[in-house]
């Protein structure tokens, strides 16, 4: 898990990120990376944060209730290559509905 900034207007809150996660092209089909999603998502939500952002496959994603974060006002900006529905939200137990703005992620992520 990692965290990023969630800018809305002249409000900046910090949000858990679920990106980047990846499994050994080896280990992927063992259950590993849903392991690795449901968890991260268990203790996100019992710390009380109101939801989880990441880039990813939405076929893969949405099985854990990750929807495009664009149908919540939240924007992610993606590589040229991904679909507009790869920036996925989680809400999580402590929805905040004022949750809105566009993820911005920490420095060290700018060279990825």
Known sequence: MSVVGLID????????SLSPLAVAPA????????????????????????LLVLEGSPVYYSRFGFEPAAAHSI????????????????????????MRGHVVYPPAFADY
């Open 9 to 16: 207007g002249d409000t900046e809150r910090r949000v858990a």
């Open 27 to 50: 280990q992927q089909g063992k259950g590993i990376g849903g392991t690795l999603v449901r968890a991260v998502a268990e203790r996100v939500d019992a710390a009380g944060q109101p």
């Open 75 to 98: 924007t992610i900006t993606l590589p040229s290559w991904a679909p507009p529905e790869a920036a996925q939200v989680l809400r999580l137990h402590a929805i905040d509905p004022t």
